[in-house]
């Protein structure tokens, strides 16, 4: 009798097998390589969004501060009466409206009302018509004009120091 030897099918032999095997371990560890980082990508993608919606707290004040440095620097190195200061006392009204709702920003809110409120003290009274002024009447309004620069420089410092809280507390 005569034993014929057969193989089973054609690209079984050891080489190819072990080819076969290399090649699906490789595929094992590319997806399970994969799979980790997109969950490391889903979950740092999660962290920003929650940021971002933490941050939208924030959209507001820095809007009204913006536009708060904006009238106020309108009025700069001017000497103005009470009608000339409506931006101003607008602003800081809405401003002074939010300071109980941002928690991380009450203090630095509740400063620049404050100083809001100290900057719009200091109109000069409205100029009756035009009448020889005396020079002590003239030094009264100057140093009247100089104590409303001062108090227009400490609202500045405010709202730049809230600006920055505004920073620190997005991108910290």
């Not at 707290?57 to 103005?80: H, I, S, T, V």
């Not at 000069?124 to 140093?143: F, Y």
Request: charged fraction near 25%; proline fraction near 3%; include cysteine.
């Amino acid at each position: 009798m005569m034993t014929s030897t057969t193989t089973l099918a054609i690209g079984t032999g050891a080489g190819s097998l072990a080819l076969t095997a290399v090649s699906a371990l490789l595929m094992g560890v590319l997806g399970t390589y994969t799979l980790v980082h997109h969950r490391q990508v889903f979950a740092w993608t999660r962290r920003i969004r929650r940021k971002d919606e933490a941050n939208t707290d924030f959209d507001k004040p820095a809007e009204w501060l913006g536009d708060l440095y904006k009238a106020q620097c309108r009025l700069a190195q001017k000497p103005c009466a009470d009608d000339d200061f409506g931006d101003v006392r607008q602003t800081g009204n809405m401003i002074k409206g939010i300071v109980g709702h941002v928690e991380a920003l009450r203090p630095e809110l509740a400063a620049v009302v404050e100083r809001v409120g100290a900057y719009v003290a200091t109109a000069l009274p409205e100029s009756g018509p035009a009448v020889k002024v005396t020079v002590l009447h003239h030094r009264a309004q100057l140093v009247m004009a100089m104590r409303q620069e001062a108090a227009r420089n400490e609202l500045v410092h405010a709202i730049l120091a809230a600006e920055k809280r505004i920073k620190a507390e997005r991108y910290g």
